[in-house]
C-alpha cells in the first residue's frame, strides 16, 4: 500500500496558475501509474491526468488538455500536476491515487482549489 499526501491548493483567479504535488511513502511508489481525479461540490469525481509508471506516457481529459501538465519524480517519490489557465470550472477537491492491479488503489485526502470568476 502507498500512503499519498496532497498540498498546493488554494485561491487563484480565473487565467492564474497552480501547481499540486502528491508525495508518496513507500519505494513501491515508483512501480505504479498515477492519477489526478477532481470532485467538484454536488458532482461526481472525475479523471483528470494519468502517468505512467516511467513517466513517459501520459493522458488528459479533454477538459484540461493543453492546460493541465501531470509529472512525476520517482526519485523524489513525488507526482504533480500543473495547472495553467485554470477556470472557475476548475473549482474542486483534487485528489491523487495510484493504480495497482488496473484498479485505482492507494488515494490521497485531497486538496482545495478554488478559482474565482
Known amino acids: 500500500q502507498v500512503q499519498l499526501v496532497e498540498s498546493g491548493g488554494g485561491l487563484v483567479q480565473a487565467g492564474g496558475s497552480l501547481r499540486l504535488s502528491c508525495a508518496a511513502s513507500?519505494?513501491?511508489?515508483?512501480?505504479?501509474?498515477l492519477g489526478w481525479f477532481r470532485q467538484a461540490p454536488g458532482k461526481e469525481r472525475e479523471f483528470v491526468a494519468r502517468?505512467?509508471?516511467?513517466?513517459?506516457?501520459?493522458y488528459y481529459a479533454d477538459s484540461v488538455k493543453g492546460r493541465f501538465t501531470i509529472s512525476r519524480d520517482n526519485a523524489k517519490m513525488t507526482g504533480y500536476l500543473q495547472m495553467n489557465s485554470l477556470k472557475p470550472e476548475d473549482t474542486a477537491v483534487y485528489y491523487c491515487?495510484?493504480?495497482?492491479?488496473?484498479?485505482?488503489?492507494?488515494w490521497g485526502q485531497g486538496t482545495q482549489v478554488t478559482v474565482s470568476a
Open positions: 491515487a495510484v493504480q495497482r492491479a488496473q484498479v485505482w488503489a492507494d
Open positions: 502517468i505512467n509508471w516511467t513517466g513517459g506516457s501520459t
Open positions: 513507500g519505494r513501491a511508489f515508483r512501480l505504479y501509474d
